[in-house]
């Protein structure tokens, strides 16, 4: 698979934008994505709020997101306190990062950038974030492989990646159901992979220490659902059939 397929594709679906109905530049735009977004991705919330409650260890190190959209969680990583470089392959979601940092005053590096090819130097970043990215990309292993060129010796990567023993993807193999909400079966990303917990300490055995664990159960699509989970019953479900590998490596 052509990586352009994979850039063609986000050019024209701006991820996270099928949680509101504002126009882009509207005044709540960023707002009510922030609001949908961090509501049904719990896990998330809580691992800023872990950042913001350790200074000591996260305050002015510099992390590398790769794969920032149009910049949702990048916003959120540097109220956290990182010095933070963002990159995307696409075009359009770079554009509307750098607005939304211009009109907020945001010290965040937002550039183009290839997850299989990063233009930085060896050992350059302490941490590095990756959240649902990684399983889009068709040379996976490389960009794993890029993750742990740019990180420093005992540096550490957040990375997510699609679970295949998972509700969603149970739920999308039996009835041919999209994993989100896109009109039809073919209107999504032409590369996606899932893996197994076994599968994900493959792909990251160069690293010293990896950690996976399955949190988020359902997905945009099963909103109505999670709307009415008690938070407590969504992580004991996301912990056992969860979409999402919540994944920790340690260079």
């Known amino acids: 698979m052509d990586i352009k397929k994979v850039k063609d594709f986000w050019e024209q679906h701006l991820c996270n934008e099928f949680y509101t109905t504002k126009q882009r530049g509207d005044k709540d735009y960023?707002?009510?994505?922030?609001?949908?977004r961090y509501f049904y991705h719990?896990?998330?919330?809580?691992?800023?709020?872990?950042f913001k409650r350790n200074p000591e260890k996260f305050k002015d190190k510099s992390m590398l997101e790769i794969g920032c959209g149009m910049g949702m969680d990048s916003v959120q990583l540097y109220n956290c306190g990182f010095k933070l470089t963002s990159?995307?392959?696409?075009?359009?979601?770079?554009k509307i990062a750098k607005q939304r940092a211009k009109k907020e005053n945001l010290k965040i590096n937002f550039?183009?950038?290839?997850?299989?090819?990063l233009e930085f130097k060896n050992e350059q970043f302490d941490f590095v974030w990756s959240n649902g990215v990684l399983h889009h990309t068709p040379r996976i292993k490389q960009a794993v492989d890029e993750v742990y060129r740019v990180l420093k010796k005992g540096g550490t990567a957040y990375i997510m990646l699609y679970a295949k023993y998972s509700l969603v993807n149970f739920v999308h193999k039996l009835f041919n159901i999209p994993y989100e909400m896109p009109k039809?079966?073919?209107?999504h990303c032409p590369v996606v992979y899932t893996f197994s917990k076994k599968e994900i300490r493959g792909l990251f055995s160069r690293f010293n220490v990896v950690r996976a664990s399955k949190e988020y159960p359902f997905t945009y699509g099963f909103r109505h659902i999670s709307m009415v989970c008690p938070l407590f019953l969504k992580k004991w479900i996301g912990k056992v059939i969860g979409w999402h590998y919540m994944i920790k490596v340690i260079k």
């Open 42 to 50: 719990y896990h998330l919330r809580e691992l800023f709020e872990y």
């Open 30 to 36: 960023f707002a009510d994505i922030e609001k949908k």
């Open 111 to 117: 550039m183009l950038g290839n997850a299989e090819e």
């Open 184 to 187: 039809d079966m073919k209107d």
């Open 87 to 94: 990159i995307d392959i696409t075009e359009i979601a770079i």
